[in-house]
């Protein structure tokens, strides 16, 4: 049966999450962002089967108005022009009315890292830090894993043990939309994985033996997931960074994902290797790192090239300083 108007964006979603596997919070993104045009056109006596591509740009400026930031506005003409197109596609409209336009310009913000140097403090804070030995193990992993693979918070917290087990060189990881990719182990990586392992076992054999049923988890809690959880860990990190004396408000798991790939690159890796090890669909979003870069080493040459600091030296003609 085809769908009428006001059940098209029930019908995209449900053709988002079949067919390219959107993953659940990028569907209710869709679904936020398009009730809120739907219901604009509403109280406009307008609906999707009949708006106009004016009444789109009409709709965009007024979220303009209301000061909403150019990256809200971007994300919702995205979901607009691609529900139109779906309806395209799908003969439920003969035209497309977003297809012409264009979206608001989006400033390109280069992301936070950190150098080696403070992650190579906050690996070593990990080892300190915990209430015992098996939380100062199990932290150490957390933060040498994450490190070593760029892994999202989500996909390092939700690691089943099953994928850890037989000192692996490399981990399978769930990522966004269910899509699985392989992601490599360091050296220390695997040496704090063993380390966990063994003892994160000890304490399941206790748990065992009082009755407790095992877990699926690599990193087991008592959260309603059964794992580890992402604010329990954000919080983890920030205090891992005041122990390493880095300030926490530039520390978060996110951070230390763009210090994975930064350093990489930095360090002769190949972009499309990156793109792989980060689960990124296009390369396009790997390539933020190399600009990361172009400021690192701009800002090097002017802080340490002879002729930029003989330049800084340099008396003013017009003042004599």
């Avoid at 913000?109 to 804070?125: D, G, K, S, W």
């Avoid at 763009?258 to 499309?272: I, K, S």
């Avoid at 090097?300 to 330049?311: M, Q, S």
């Amino acid at each position: 049966m085809t769908p009428r108007a006001p059940d098209w964006t029930a019908a995209f979603l449900e053709a988002r999450a079949a067919e390219a596997g959107a993953a659940a919070n990028t569907l209710a993104a869709y679904a936020r962002d398009l009730a809120d045009f739907a219901d604009w056109l509403d109280r406009r006596g307008l609906a999707l089967g009949t708006a106009a591509e004016r009444d789109v740009e009409t709709y965009l400026a007024a979220l303009d108005a209301r000061g909403l930031a150019t990256a809200t506005r971007a994300r919702r003409l995205s979901a607009i022009r691609q529900l139109f197109a779906f309806a395209a596609r799908e003969g439920l409209r003969a035209d497309d009315p977003a297809a012409r336009i264009r979206g608001p310009g989006r400033a390109q913000r280069l992301p936070a890292t950190l150098t080696e140097a403070e992650v190579e403090a906050l690996l070593q804070a990990a080892r300190g830090l915990g209430r015992g030995a098996r939380d100062r193990l199990r932290n150490t992993c957390l933060m040498e894993v994450l490190y070593a693979t760029g892994m999202r918070v989500s996909e390092l917290v939700s690691l089943p043990v099953a994928a850890a087990r037989g000192d692996p060189e490399m981990l399978l990881v769930r990522g966004k939309g269910g899509k699985e990719r392989m992601v490599p182990l360091s050296p220390p990586a695997r040496a704090a994985l063993r380390e966990w392992l063994e003892a994160r076992e000890r304490a399941e054999d206790a748990a065992r033996a009082e009755g407790r049923p095992a877990s699926a988890w690599l990193f087991p809690s008592r959260s309603d997931a059964g794992h580890l959880t992402r604010h329990r860990f954000y919080l983890l990190i920030k205090e891992l960074a005041v122990a390493a004396g880095v300030s926490p408000a530039r520390v978060t798991p996110h951070v230390l994902r763009h210090a994975f790939a930064t350093h990489l690159l930095a360090n002769g890796a190949d972009l499309r290797a990156i793109q792989t090890m980060l689960g990124h669909a296009d390369v396009s979003t790997t390539e933020i790192y190399t600009h990361v870069l172009d400021e690192r080493l701009r800002a090097l040459v002017e802080t340490h090239h002879p002729l930029a600091t003989a330049a800084r030296r340099k008396p003013d003609p017009a003042t004599g300083d």
